[in-house]
């Protein structure tokens, strides 16, 4: 059964810092992972996704890399702003589904 | 862009009253959707597949009689928590993949709704 752990629970950083969201999977066979933001009672933003083929992705000060062998993915945050405070979900789309595993979720905290 | 609504955005009942919830998309067909649950300051976890004109796939551990899930048409699902109790507080989660875009990755999540039960 895939399960997906993500460390740490929570973070909190002053403003500026480049940090790094930790994410692990447990089978390693995943059709692609994708990283979410979610604010305080509220859906779900796409960040970044990656194909299984893929190693990673770029999106402005983003960066999601995938390591599938290991069962791991990083999101590092450059630069980071008060803005950028928000539960970041990452999660795994096994092969012929079109379902999510997510994970347990990093609640950020980027002080001014 | 594709969107998702969901209906109500907050909820409070009263224990033992049935909850309707409602998951659209408004300017596409889906004929897959996806409920998922969150517990405060836990992550999703997926509960069922709605599919359209059939009956939904329950994940393992979910009251299918409890949750009661209706795909009536392909830019509607709904979802209905039936006698609610408190310990069914949470947040519920939407996800619809557009048709014609099955093979891709696209799937849009909805806002979600609180659903507060006394």
């Known amino acids: 059964k895939q399960e997906v752990t993500q460390i740490p629970a929570a973070l909190s950083v002053p403003e500026g810092e480049n940090l790094v969201l930790n994410c692990s999977f447990t089978?390693?066979?995943?059709?692609?992972l994708q990283w979410f933001r979610q604010d305080p009672g509220k859906g779900l933003t796409s960040l970044l996704l990656i194909q299984s083929s893929q190693r990673e992705q770029t999106s402005g000060r983003l960066n999601a890399s995938l390591d599938k062998s290991s069962g791991r993915s990083t999101l590092y945050i450059a630069a980071s702003q008060p803005g950028d405070s928000a539960t970041y979900l990452c999660?795994?789309?096994?092969?012929?589904?079109?379902?999510?595993?997510f994970g347990t979720g990093t609640r950020l905290k980027v002080l001014a | 862009g594709a969107v998702v609504s969901q209906h109500p955005s907050r909820v409070i009942c009263k224990s033992g009253t049935s909850v309707k919830i409602e998951c659209r998309s408004l300017d596409f067909q889906a004929t897959t959707m996806f409920w998922y649950r969150q517990f405060p300051k836990q992550s999703l976890m997926l509960m069922a597949t709605?599919?359209?004109?059939?009956?939904?796939?329950?994940e393992q551990g979910v009251e299918k009689d409890k949750f009661l899930i209706n795909h009536a048409s392909l830019t509607l699902s709904t979802l209905t928590v039936t006698s609610a109790h408190p310990e069914d507080s949470s947040f519920y989660i939407c996800?619809?993949?557009?048709?014609?875009?099955?093979?891709?990755?696209?799937?849009?999540f909805g806002p979600g709704t609180r659903l507060t039960v006394l």
């Open positions: 999660a795994v789309r096994p092969p012929g589904t079109y379902k999510y595993i």
């Open positions: 996800s619809a993949i557009p048709d014609g875009l099955a093979g891709t990755d696209t799937q849009y």
């Open positions: 089978d390693s066979a995943i059709y692609n």
């Open positions: 709605s599919n359209e004109g059939s009956k939904a796939t329950y």
